[in-house]
């Protein structure tokens, strides 16, 4: 069965703090994706990656920045919290076409 | 931005009556699908359509395609309280391997 699988469900952190969010995938998809949702807002895409150590900027990417050093893992970082990066995140994979998503990850930052 | 937007927001409907959402996408796409949200959850995906067809079923939903107009609709029939969720139309942009998501429809089916 398909399964991405992002390192935690809720997470709390501070103003100013680096933050990490986890993705990993195991279906051997070039395709990874972040994405944030807000409500009224939609998902927006962050960033997105087709290969290891490729990325490209989505349409929100200030505050943010990914690696992929293995091509199960797609990381997100939020090198400095701020309270407007409270969210909900989404990883996702795909091969072509259908996207398969983990569960989110609600951040909040205080 | 590349976001698609859907129509309405919200949707509140009796058990055993149809749904019926639209998605509105701005540019020229290779395929166009849907998925669905329950709440607090990741997305599962529901159903694709192809840039050169024009309608698509898969059980109880139905999807139409027009690209002349740059949009799409999803119809649930006979809904049912487990349909209640939140259902999104995603665009592939012929331009590269990113999906870009609507902005939602949030559908409640009442017992």
């Known amino acids: 069965d398909v399964k991405v699988t992002q390192s935690s469900r809720y997470l709390v952190k501070r103003t100013g703090e680096k933050v990490f969010l986890e993705c990993v995938q195991d279906?051997?998809?070039?395709?990874m994706f972040w994405y944030r949702q807000d409500p009224g807002l939609g998902l927006r895409l962050i960033y997105f990656?087709?290969?290891?150590?490729?990325?490209e900027k989505g349409d929100i990417p200030e505050g943010y920045s990914v690696s992929r050093e293995k091509k199960e893992r797609f990381s997100l970082i939020l090198e400095s919290a701020s309270t407007n990066q409270t969210s909900m995140y989404l990883c996702?994979?795909?091969?072509?076409?259908?996207?398969?998503f983990g569960q989110g990850t609600r951040l909040t930052v205080v | 931005s590349q976001q698609g937007e859907e129509d309405p927001q919200a949707l509140s409907i009796q058990e055993g009556e149809n749904a019926t959402m639209n998605c509105s996408y701005k540019?020229?796409?290779?395929?166009l699908q849907w998925y669905r949200q329950n709440s607090g959850r990741g997305l599962v995906h529901l159903i694709l359509?192809?840039?050169?067809?024009r309608e698509k079923h898969s059980g109880r939903l139905r999807v139409t395609l027009d690209t002349s107009k740059k949009s799409s609709s999803l119809l649930i029939t006979a809904s049912r309280a487990a349909d209640t969720a939140s259902y999104f139309c995603?665009?592939?942009?012929?331009?590269?391997?990113?999906?870009?998501f609507g902005t939602g429809t949030s559908l409640t089916v009442i017992p």
């Open positions: 996702a994979s795909s091969l072509q076409i259908e996207a398969f």
């Open positions: 540019t020229s796409i290779n395929n």
């Open positions: 279906m051997d998809h070039e395709n």
């Open positions: 990656s087709y290969d290891v150590k490729m990325k």
């Open positions: 995603a665009t592939d942009p012929n331009t590269g391997n990113q999906f870009y």
């Open positions: 359509i192809r840039s050169n067809e």
